[in-house]
């Protein structure tokens, strides 16, 4: 696989390399964003209020489901009341009973992890929300459970379907008044993701183009995204996963000040060495920093520090800003722009982004 930056304007081959339509699939999280709220208002999550507040909200899942718990953390904030824990394995903590609210999250519906902790969430008498395709084992769970169940049209690979998951979790805190996110702000950030999407689409030539512009940064180098702030450390997170589903690509993450405390001393290694009268340069260290409009007073000035510290060793750095005024508006931004560059930097490796072989050899090896 070699690096082929024109083919990121080259209308073909973005069609005829795409066979399983990632493109289009991340210009859909608008629509997702939507039909995930939709979904979470017709199912009647405002129920799960009936009851008073949880003492804790404990969010199951894997892949990009797992990630529906971090967002939720990220939007409610550090001034949430009540303790939101995502969980990625087979076990629930030990302290999760009945006067906890489990919110199972499956893509597919039959994810075994998350089906095995919403099991032990039935047994321990919690309270079920459960979010995945209609029909699924996991349905059958949450009714079985008398459970709330919101049925999501997902389609194609899990991680394109990121809103139809993460929205409803959303909806459901907003009624339990952990955050105020009402259908106007949906909207809002529906209509930023169609911004993103305009800008970011096919024909648009990459000099003009984010999300091709973030694909050549990040080309033929390491990158170490960072994030400042709770909101841009999960889309630092979902960057470098989208880096490693879509193009096969591997990458760090972190986020200030602890990348300070640690990753910051790559920029003294050797990925950091850099010939300028080469004339080819192999493999080298790319910062990635993923800015938020909130950040601590002190994690501005480790950032700056961090800057100037890679402009001195010549390490080359990538800023990108959030946008909007509300978390969940500010998270979208970020992470809408390394969806598409990270499927823009499939591309131009020749890289089919829907893909999943990997992934699914290792399913198969595990499974009786």
Known sequence: MTWEPERLDD????????PGAML?????SAAHVRTGHRCAVEAGVERLAADGRPRAIVVVGM???????????????????LPIVTVRSYQLPGWVGATDLVIAVSGSGDTEETLALAAQAVRRGCSLL???????????????????FVPVPVTGPARAGLWLLSVPPIVAAAALRLVQADADLFERVARLLEDIAHRCRPSSESFINPGKSLA???AETVPMIWGTSQVSAVAAYRLACQLAASAKYPA?????????????????????ERDIFADTSGRTLRLVVLRDTEEHPQVTRRREAALRLAAERDVPVTELAAEGVHPLERIASLMALGDYASTYLALGYGVDPAAESAIAEVIARISP
């Open 11 to 18: 209308q073909g081959h973005l069609t005829e390399a795409d």
């Open 63 to 81: 892949g990009v489901a797992g990630l529906a718990g971090d967002i939720l953390a990220a939007v409610v904030g550090n001034g949430a009341p």
């Open 24 to 28: 289009p699939a991340v210009a859909a």
């Open 130 to 148: 459960a979010v995945g395709p209609a029909g699924s084992p996991l349905e059958a769970m949450a009714v079985q459970a008398s459970g709330v």
């Open 216 to 218: 050549l940064d990040l």
């Open 252 to 272: 760090l993450h972190g986020t200030l000040p602890e990348a300070g405390h640690h990753q910051a001393a790559a920029f003294d290694g050797p990925l950091a």
